[in-house]
């Protein structure tokens, strides 16, 4: 059995074949997430660079493919590196200062050299992720190109917002992915801060982020803003 909750007074225990199921999941949703993000900025180059081919490119063969590579490109991610970490002999300390198992925190706790699965799994997550983020820089270089082609003020504006929900959420799930894994020394407790802050506040924050792009939405916070500053200034 492991022991994880370092952070708090109480111990939970987990199993050794439930810590490698918690971090192959995590993994798994982490990197279909980060592989989903580039398909999303693929979408918005089609839509805003080619509008009158949009539904020629993105048909539903197309989408279905995009979709199926997603789902299997985090399971291929996440079952290698779960291996490269499960693999190897744990015979030592059985307690995870970490408060779920991930790789930085699994692997110390090893009882052999644990520099190659170290360099295997940096290499392996900071490659998977930079990629997807060079893809996504490099279709948004081509947006911003077409962007400033367009004449008229609202024509720009529609085409920004259209991609602003999709910067915003690849800022609080790239982010975090960024502190972590391309750190060759972790933190523990710096680590679990970015972690907390990653499994909780980003996916409260991503159906706000979505929802302000409909317009109910909008003006229903406007509403809810107008009248609380009213109320400021009656006081």
């Not at 997430?33 to 490119?57: G, K, S």
């Not at 995870?96 to 198992?101: K, L, N, P, S």
């Not at 947006?143 to 082609?149: A, L």
């Amino acid at each position: 059995m492991l022991h994880l909750g370092g952070w708090t007074r109480k111990s939970q225990r987990i199993s050794f074949q439930g810590c490698a199921l918690q971090l192959f999941f995590y993994h798994f949703l982490g990197c279909t997430e980060c592989f989903l993000y580039t398909v999303m900025a693929l979408d918005r180059y089609v839509a805003i660079c080619h509008p009158l081919r949009y539904t020629v490119i993105m048909n539903i063969r197309v989408c279905s493919i995009l979709a199926t590579g997603t789902w299997v490109g985090g399971l291929v991610h996440a079952v290698m590196l779960t291996s490269l970490t499960f693999q190897l002999p744990y015979c030592g300390s059985n307690e995870v200062d970490y408060y779920f198992c991930d790789v930085p925190a699994v692997l110390p706790l090893a009882c052999e050299d644990t520099s190659v699965a170290q360099r295997v799994g940096f290499t392996n997550v900071g490659l998977l992720a930079f990629t997807c983020l060079f893809l996504i820089f490099v279709s948004y270089i081509c947006i911003g190109v077409s962007i400033s082609k367009i004449r008229s003020a609202e024509g720009r504006h529609r085409a920004f917002s259209t991609c602003s929900a999709h910067l915003a959420a690849i800022l609080c799930a790239y982010g975090p992915v960024i502190i972590i894994y391309l750190q060759q020394n972790p933190s523990p407790l710096f680590g679990a801060t970015i972690q907390i802050f990653n499994n909780l506040v980003t996916p409260m924050l991503n159906p706000l982020i979505y929802s302000l792009r409909n317009q109910d939405v909008k003006s229903a916070l406007r509403h809810i803003f107008a009248k609380r500053s009213f109320a400021v200034e009656n006081k």
